[in-house]
T-cell receptor, first 112, second 120 residues
Framework: DAKTTQPPSMDCAEGRAANLPCNHS???????VYWYRQIHSQGPQYIIH???NNETNEMASLIITEDRKSSTLILPHATLRDTAVYYC?????????????FGPGTRLSVLP | EAGVAQSPRYKIIEKRQSVAFWCNPI?????LYWYQQILGQGPKLLIQ????????DSQLPKDRFSAERLKGVDSTLKIQPAKLEDSAVYLC??????????????????FGPGTRLTVL
């Protein structure tokens, strides 16, 4: 089972920031938080990941609370092309051992 | 850079028939994954290869599903015989090798477009 809880859907106005929350209250000390998104009829696409510090890249920012029990993915200026299902996943950092467990994610609709 | 290639993109078969899906990962990627995504759900890992060896196939229904990656590059996923509940999108992904097991590193998974299977 997925170790994360996300709202099933959210709306955001085009040009505004989209803030997608994720709860992971049982996260372990060595588990990272990953975000992927899946645009309709495409495979998932990596966005960002982090351990405990906030992270930013060209796509988004990831804010992780100090107790690491929740996080927020921020798309600073949402566009219509950001409409997708966003998945929050927690797992250890290496590629061996436990693998990704995708939950149902949050369906983000960016509205014009 | 070429992405992960999958074929066919769509397949319709009747139950109890057989079907095979093909995946060509990104050049140089040692790790290959097959996922099953049922409508409205997130992808579920079926099997993971590291080069031509299986790392994890714990969620692969081995009575009807099989997968191989003989030369450590392309991979084939087969279903024989298919059931109605196998209707789903089958996604292939690849990533660079992680290096030493246990080392805190992460290599992004790159997904292909998927094969949509409909079993009638």
């Amino acid at each position: 089972d997925a170790k994360t809880t996300q709202p099933p859907s959210m709306d955001c106005a085009e040009g505004r920031a989209a803030n997608l929350p994720c709860n992971h209250s049982t996260i372990s000390g060595n588990e990272y938080v990953y975000w992927y998104r899946q645009i309709h009829s495409q495979g998932p696409q990596y966005i960002i990941h982090g351990l405990k510090n906030n992270e930013t890249n060209e796509m988004a920012s990831l804010i992780i609370t100090e107790d690491r029990k929740s996080s927020t993915l921020i798309l600073p200026h949402a566009t219509l092309r950001d409409t997708a299902v966003y998945y929050c996943i927690v797992r250890v950092g290496d590629n061996y051992g436990q693998n990704f467990v995708f939950g149902p994610g949050t369906r983000l609709s960016v509205l014009p | 850079e070429a992405g992960v290639a999958q074929s066919p993109r769509y397949k319709i078969i009747e139950k109890r028939q057989s079907v095979a899906f093909w995946c060509n990962p990104i050049s140089g990627h040692a790790t290959l994954y097959w996922y099953q995504q049922i409508l409205g759900q997130g992808p579920k890992l079926l099997i993971q290869f590291q080069n031509n060896g299986v790392v994890d196939d714990s969620q692969l229904p081995k009575d009807r599903f099989s997968a191989e990656r003989l030369k450590g590059v392309d991979s084939t996923l087969k279903i024989q015989p298919a059931k109605l509940e196998d209707s789903a999108v089958y996604l292939c992904a690849s990533s660079l090798s992680a290096g030493l097991a246990g080392a805190p590193s992460y290599n992004e998974q790159f997904f292909g477009p998927g094969t949509r299977l409909t079993v009638l």
